[in-house]
C-alpha cells in the first residue's frame, strides 16, 4: 500500500496506456504505414496537397515562434505555445468547411489560422488591446475559451441548432487533456450522445495541465471514456497530420450523415511551457522531451516528401519565405495595435440600452474631461 | 381581460413566445411531458413538439452550456432551472460564459437566453428549495435580473425578457404561482406597457417608501393597508406608505425609487434574500447617496437573516412578514428607537 496520495501517483506510469495503437499513416522516420480503413480517408491527399498541408505546419510553427519572442519583448503580455501540436490542429482543421463552426480552448492558434483568422486579430487578447479579436461569424470559429471544458458544451449545443435547422454543418470542440476532468466534458458528451449531435470531441492529449501530467487526470486512455456515454472514440498519432485528418474526416462524415458525435484522442506532446509565463524545467523528464522531439510532426512529413521527391530544397526555401512574410506581417499586426480609449471599455456589455452602465459611462467620462479642462 | 394565476399567465406567455418566434426554444428538467414541477410549461410540448420544448438530462450546467451553443446558432433558448438552490451547478455558465459572451466578442455574439427560477419561500419546502440567489447575479455585469409579483407583470415581461437580446434571469415568486389577477394577454403589444427596467408606484403614500419586489410586494400591500388603517392614537398615528415594485433588480430603476424618497423622506427595503451584499445594501446606499438631504431618517432594511435558509417550521421567522415590516416603517418615523441607538463613539 502506497505510504502517501502523492506517492501513489508518482508511481503510476506517465505516458498513455499503450494496448490501443492509436491510428497511424506517417511514422516519425516519414514512412508512409498502411491503416485501414483510414487509408481511404485520404486517398485522394496528393503530393502537392501533402505539401501544402506542410507549408501549413512550418508557418504556424514560426509564428508560434514569432509570438514567443514578441511576449519576450514585452509586446504581449503572455502567449501559451502550440510548439508541438501543429499536426493535431492543422490536420484537423483543414477538414471542416466553412460552416462548419469551431469551439476552441486558447492554444488553438494553428486551428484559427485554418480558419482564416487575420493575424493581427489573433494577437491583441494577448497583447490585452481587447477580449477577442475576431468575428466569430466570419470565420466559423468562436472566440477562445480560457475556463477550460466549457467550449465542448458550446460545440454541443451549437449543434444540436445545426441539426434543429435541418443543416449539415458540425461543431468541433478542441480542449485538452486536462479538461476531460471537468464536468462540463462530461455532461457534453451525454447530452450529445441524448440528442445525436453532429458534434466531434477533439481532445488533444498534450500529456500536460500545466504541471500535472496527464495520468493525474485519467488512469486509462482518455478515449476509452467516450463509449461509455454511447459516443464512439479513436486514438490517433496527434504528430501525424495525415492520420489526424484521416480520423477526422471519418467523424465528420459520420456526423454530417446523421450519425452523431465522435471523440478523437489526438496524442501529442506540448514541447513549451504551458504559457509563456510557465517554467516546465520544474516538471518535465528532459529524457521524455527528447524521446517527443523524435517524433516531430514537421520532420516527418518533410522526410516524407522528399524520399517522395515532392519536396526539394527550392520549395522548402520558398515555404520558409512563406513563413518569415507571414512572421513580419505577424510583428506588425501586433506592434502596430493602438490602446483602445477609455470610454470604449463600457462598449457591449449589453445589447440593449442599460440605465447603470450609461450613468457609470458618463460619470467617468466627466470625470476624464475634468483633466482636460484642468490642462 | 382573463383572470388567470400567476402561473397560468407565465404558461401563457410562454406560448405566445413560442407562437411569435419560432427561433425561441423552451428547455429544462421535466418541463416537456410532465409540464414543469409547477406546471408552467403544461401542454406546450404537446402544442409545439419536442424540437421547441425540450426535456433536459439532469446536469444544469450542461443545460446553460447547450443554450450558449444554441444562442451563437440563432437561437433564444428559455431555460427553466427547477429550483433555485439547483442554479448552482449552472452558475459558471451563467456569470462566465452567458454574461460575458457579447462583452467578450465585441458584440458579435448575442446571448439572449431567459433563465427562470422560481425562487423564494413560504411553501414549507425542504433544503434548497426556497433560496434567493438573485444578489449573485445582480452583481454580475452581462445580466438583467428582473422578478415579477402579479399575473399581469408575469405575463408581460417574460415577453419582454424573451424578446430582449440580452440575458434575463427571471426570478418567479413561487409562493406566488397561484395568486389569481387580471390579465391583459395583448398588454406587450400597447405602447404604454411598462418596460422590463422600470419599477412601479404600486400604492401611492406621502410618509414612508416601501421598496420590495417579486412574493414580498403582497406583503407590503397588506402593510400599507394595515398602516393606514391604524387608529390606536387617532388619525395621526396612520401611516401613508408608498409600496413600490422594484420589478427590475439589475439594473435598478433608481429614479422611481428617488422620485419617491424626495416626497417621503422615508426609506424601508424588504427583501427574503439574506441581508449582507443585498439588493437593500446597494439600493440604500445609492439613495442615501442621491437623497441624503430628503432623509429624515436612516433607510431601513427588512431581510432574511444571514443564515442559510432554515427548516420550513423556522420559515415564518426568517421571512420578513407585516409586522416586521411595519416596526421598521416605525423606526423611520420616530415612533421606535433606531437599532443601533446609543452613542456614536
Redesign the interface.
Known amino acids: 500500500m502506497p505510504s502517501s496520495l502523492s506517492e501513489s501517483r508518482e508511481s503510476r506510469p506517465r505516458a498513455s496506456a499503450p494496448h490501443d495503437r492509436p491510428v497511424q499513416l506517417l511514422d516519425p522516420s516519414g514512412r508512409r504505414v498502411p491503416h485501414a480503413p483510414y487509408d481511404d480517408y485520404v486517398a485522394d491527399v496528393s503530393g502537392d496537397q501533402l505539401a501544402s498541408l506542410y507549408e501549413d505546419l512550418v508557418i504556424v510553427r514560426r509564428l508560434d515562434v514569432e509570438a514567443t519572442a514578441l511576449q519576450r519583448q514585452g509586446e504581449l503580455g503572455l502567449w501559451p505555445p502550440l510548439l508541438g501540436q501543429e499536426a493535431a490542429q492543422v490536420g484537423s482543421a483543414r477538414v471542416l468547411r466553412p460552416d462548419d463552426?469551431v469551439?476552441s480552448s486558447y492554444r488553438e492558434n494553428a486551428v484559427a489560422y485554418c480558419r482564416g483568422v487575420k493575424l493581427t486579430e489573433m494577437l491583441n487578447v494577448w497583447r490585452g488591446t481587447?477580449?477577442?479579436g475576431w468575428?466569430?461569424?466570419e470565420v466559423g470559429m468562436?472566440?477562445p475559451a480560457i475556463?477550460i471544458g466549457?467550449q465542448?458544451?458550446?460545440?454541443?449545443?451549437?449543434?444540436?441548432?445545426?441539426k434543429?435547422?435541418g443543416e449539415d454543418s458540425v461543431?468541433v470542440a478542441y480542449f485538452g487533456d486536462g479538461a476531460t476532468t471537468q464536468?462540463?466534458v462530461n455532461?457534453?458528451m451525454?447530452?450529445a450522445a441524448?440528442f445525436r449531435a453532429p458534434v466531434i470531441f477533439f481532445c488533444q492529449n498534450n500529456q500536460w495541465a500545466i504541471s500535472e501530467p496527464v495520468t493525474l487526470q485519467a488512469q486509462r486512455p482518455i478515449a476509452d471514456r467516450a463509449p461509455g456515454f454511447g459516443i464512439p472514440s479513436v486514438r490517433v498519432d496527434g504528430n501525424d497530420v495525415l492520420a489526424v485528418m484521416a480520423v477526422t474526416r471519418r467523424a465528420v462524415e459520420q456526423a454530417r450523415e446523421g450519425g452523431g458525435p465522435t471523440f478523437i484522442e489526438a496524442i501529442t506532446y506540448r514541447m513549451g511551457p504551458h504559457t509563456t509565463s510557465d517554467d516546465p524545467s520544474r516538471y518535465v523528464d528532459p529524457l521524455e522531451r527528447e524521446e517527443w522531439a523524435g517524433r516531430d510532426p514537421l520532420a516527418r512529413v518533410e522526410a516524407h516528401l522528399r524520399e517522395a521527391g515532392v519536396l526539394d530544397d527550392a520549395l522548402a526555401a520558398s515555404i520558409a519565405r512563406r513563413a518569415d512574410e507571414a512572421a513580419a506581417e505577424f510583428r506588425a499586426g501586433c506592434t502596430e495595435q493602438t490602446d483602445p480609449p477609455p470610454l470604449a471599455m463600457f462598449?457591449?456589455?449589453?445589447?440593449?440600452p442599460?440605465?447603470?452602465?450609461d450613468e457609470q459611462r458618463r460619470q467617468f467620462g466627466e470625470y476624464l474631461e475634468s483633466f482636460e479642462e484642468e490642462n | 381581460m382573463a383572470e388567470m394565476t400567476l402561473a397560468k399567465a407565465l404558461n401563457a406567455s410562454l406560448r405566445r413566445s413560442l407562437a411569435h418566434d419560432d427561433r425561441v426554444?423552451i428547455m429544462g428538467e421535466d418541463i416537456g411531458t410532465l409540464g414543469g414541477v409547477f406546471r408552467v410549461t403544461d401542454g406546450l410540448k404537446k402544442e409545439f413538439g419536442g424540437?421547441r420544448v425540450m426535456d433536459?438530462?439532469l446536469?444544469e450546467?450542461?443545460i446553460?452550456?447547450?443554450?450558449?451553443?444554441?444562442?451563437?446558432?440563432?437561437?433564444r433558448p428559455v431555460v427553466e432551472i427547477q429550483f433555485d438552490g439547483f442554479i448552482y451547478?449552472a452558475f459558471?455558465?451563467i456569470v462566465?460564459?452567458v454574461a460575458k459572451l457579447?462583452?467578450?466578442?465585441?458584440?458579435?455574439?448575442?446571448m439572449?437566453i431567459t433563465i427562470r427560477v422560481p425562487f423564494g419561500g413560504g411553501i414549507g419546502a425542504v433544503e434548497h428549495h426556497s433560496e434567493s440567489p438573485e444578489a449573485y447575479f445582480a452583481h454580475t455585469?452581462?445580466l438583467?435580473v428582473v422578478t415579477c409579483s402579479t399575473p399581469q407583470d408575469a405575463h408581460t415581461m417574460l415577453q419582454q425578457a424573451i424578446r430582449?437580446?440580452?440575458p434575463v434571469l427571471f426570478f418567479e415568486p413561487k409562493r406566488r404561482y397561484w395568486t389569481k389577477g387580471e390579465v391583459d394577454e395583448d398588454a406587450i403589444d400597447r405602447d404604454d406597457v411598462l418596460p422590463m427596467?422600470s419599477a412601479r408606484v404600486v400604492v401611492p403614500g406621502s410618509d414612508v417608501t416601501l421598496v420590495t419586489y417579486g412574493p414580498l410586494v403582497a406583503t407590503a400591500i397588506d402593510a400599507a393597508a394595515a398602516a393606514a388603517a391604524e387608529s390606536g392614537g387617532g388619525d395621526a398615528d396612520a401611516v401613508s406608505i408608498e409600496v413600490i415594485d422594484l420589478r427590475s433588480l439589475?439594473?435598478?430603476?433608481v429614479d422611481t425609487v428617488v422620485a419617491s424618497v424626495a416626497k417621503t423622506g422615508r426609506l424601508v427595503i424588504a427583501h427574503e434574500a439574506q441581508r449582507t451584499g443585498g439588493i437593500g445594501a446597494d439600493l440604500a446606499a445609492e439613495l442615501t447617496d442621491r437623497c441624503f438631504y430628503h432623509l429624515e431618517a436612516a433607510p431601513q432594511r427588512v431581510t432574511g437573516f444571514d443564515i442559510p435558509y432554515p427548516a420550513s417550521r423556522h420559515e415564518e421567522h426568517f421571512l420578513p412578514d407585516l409586522d416586521r415590516i411595519l416596526d421598521a416603517v416605525d423606526r423611520t418615523m420616530g415612533r421606535r428607537p433606531a437599532l443601533y441607538a446609543g452613542a456614536v463613539l
Do not use: W
Open positions: 463552426f469551439f481587447a477580449l477577442s468575428n466569430p461569424y468562436a472566440t475556463v466549457t465542448a458544451l458550446h460545440a454541443m449545443g451549437y449543434a444540436v441548432g445545426a434543429l435547422d461543431a464536468g462540463d455532461e457534453a451525454v447530452f441524448s462598449d457591449h456589455v449589453y445589447a440593449e442599460h440605465r447603470g452602465i | 426554444l424540437d433536459m438530462p446536469a450546467s450542461g446553460l452550456g447547450m443554450a450558449v451553443g444554441l444562442a451563437f446558432k440563432g437561437f451547478p459558471d455558465q462566465t460564459q457579447h462583452y467578450r466578442t465585441r458584440g458579435n455574439v448575442r439572449p455585469a452581462g438583467r430582449c437580446d440580452d427596467g439589475a439594473p435598478v430603476d
